[in-house]
């Protein structure tokens, strides 16, 4: 079987939690990607809400077991020598959809072809196929040390606990339910004193509450560094939990940026003329510049907050971007006063605030 050789590797990838529209949510997953020629295999299938089955949520024996198949230490688990390489990110339910390989050895060699999408025991190659991917050629050797480095107990260093830091007020308490929700830890604490130094290296994240002023954030700092840990910090002084559970998944990205599809989100303001029957009100426009680097869907999503506090949510763009920089234009009437960007893909979210 003539082919060239790809590269084989590994990376840390996650499928971002959140709280969408409608009271939806979805589930936070920390998994091990697989990088071809130096790009994750995810990358190349647009739009498609799957991990690996290396995920670090399931037990140690499976992560192992999982490990051993792509092996081929054992048996295929489907028919015609295919393997499960993405699935369902919510269930193991082959009938949610999955994409699947046929994995065989030549020689010393492992080889990765005829990719299909697969919801039953058979694939249609005909009908299901993914024309133009693979075959893939790997060097036996990279391809079996890549594997045995993942450690028995699932993705290295994965940390899906945050720390709340602040008075044990009604924000902090939505925020932690959201985030328990779609399987974050979440622990509330006015400060970080006396905290264990296993415990501290537990945490992924701090998110710092509108009470925490300057000296308790300094302090929070500097326990975790005395611990060695360099713990992402994000602002929650934003009163609107779906923001605020988008900027703490941006925060628990632990994928290498060069290796990431939604790069950049940034809002781009003008002064814009509101003119109605009565009068004509000054209000800020905007457009979102929104980067990706390979064609995926994107989902876009502003929070302001109006009068009394309260929270007003609008959907403003849901497409198929191709690679590179986008400008979206966004109603002026959506930007006004305190307000905020969401940029959401499979695999990733960003979040932005729109200044004036």
């Given at each position: 079987m003539p082919a060239e050789y790809a590269t084989f590797g590994l990376t840390p990838a996650i499928r971002a939690g959140g709280l969408l529209s409608g009271?939806?949510?979805?589930?936070?997953?920390?998994?091990v990607d697989f990088v071809v020629d130096g790009r994750p295999l995810l990358f190349r299938l647009c739009d498609?809400?799957?991990v690996s089955p290396l995920a670090s949520d399931i037990p140690p024996a499976i992560f192992t077991a999982q490990i051993r198949s792509l092996l081929l230490e054992t048996e295929a688990p489907l028919p015609s020598g295919r393997y499960i390489v993405y699935?369902?990110?919510?269930?193991?339910?082959?009938?949610?959809?999955?994409?699947?390989?046929?994995?065989?050895?030549?020689?010393?060699?492992?080889?990765?072809?005829?990719?299909?999408?697969?919801?039953?025991?058979?694939?249609?190659?005909?009908?299901?196929?993914?024309?133009?991917?693979?075959?893939?050629?790997?060097?036996?050797a990279d391809y079996r040390a890549a594997l045995a480095a993942l450690p028995a107990g699932g993705a290295q260093g994965t940390r899906r606990r945050v720390l709340l830091i602040g008075a044990r007020v009604a924000l902090l308490a939505?925020?932690?339910?959201?985030?328990?929700?779609?399987?974050?830890?979440?622990?509330?604490?006015?400060?970080?004193?006396?905290?264990?130094?296993?415990?501290?290296?537990?945490?992924?994240?701090?998110v710092f509450g509108r009470s925490a002023g300057p000296?308790?954030?300094?302090?929070?700092?500097?326990?975790?560094?005395?611990?060695?840990?360099?713990?992402?910090?994000?602002?929650?002084?934003?009163?609107?939990?779906?923001?605020?559970?988008a900027r703490t998944e941006q925060a628990l990205d632990r994928s290498p940026p060069e290796q990431r599809r939604l790069t950049a989100l940034t809002a781009l303001t003008a002064l814009t003329a509101l003119a109605s029957s009565a009068s004509a009100e000054t209000a800020a426009g905007a457009d979102a510049e929104?980067?990706?680097?390979?064609?995926?869907?994107?989902?876009?999503?502003?929070?302001?907050?109006?009068?009394?506090?309260?929270?007003?949510?609008?959907?403003?763009?849901?497409?198929?971007?191709?690679?590179?920089?986008?400008?979206?234009?966004?109603?002026?009437?959506?930007?006004?006063?305190?307000?905020?960007?969401?940029?959401?893909?499979?695999?990733?979210v960003l979040t932005t605030a729109v200044r004036r």
């Open positions: 009271g939806d949510h979805q589930v936070h997953r920390d998994f498609l809400d799957a699935g369902c990110p919510d269930c193991e339910d082959l009938a949610c959809g999955a994409v699947t390989a046929a994995i065989e050895r030549d020689g010393e060699d492992y080889i990765w072809r005829d990719f299909a999408w697969q919801t039953g025991e058979h694939a249609d190659l005909e009908r299901d196929g993914y024309r133009g991917l693979g075959p893939f050629r790997f060097r036996g939505r925020l932690a339910a959201a985030l328990r929700t779609i399987g974050v830890g979440a622990d509330i604490a006015h400060d970080a004193d006396g905290v264990p130094a296993d415990e501290l290296r537990g945490y992924g994240a701090v000296a308790e954030r300094d302090a929070v700092r500097a326990a975790f560094a005395a611990v060695g840990v360099d713990v992402p910090c994000v602002d929650g002084r934003a009163p609107i939990v779906p923001l605020l559970v929104v980067e990706v680097t390979s064609s995926c869907r994107v989902h876009l999503t502003a929070y302001r907050v109006g009068r009394l506090a309260r929270t007003h949510t609008r959907e403003v763009f849901d497409g198929v971007l191709e690679p590179g920089r986008h400008r979206i234009p966004l109603d002026p009437r959506t930007v006004r006063g305190e307000s905020y960007l969401v940029a959401r893909t499979a695999g990733a």
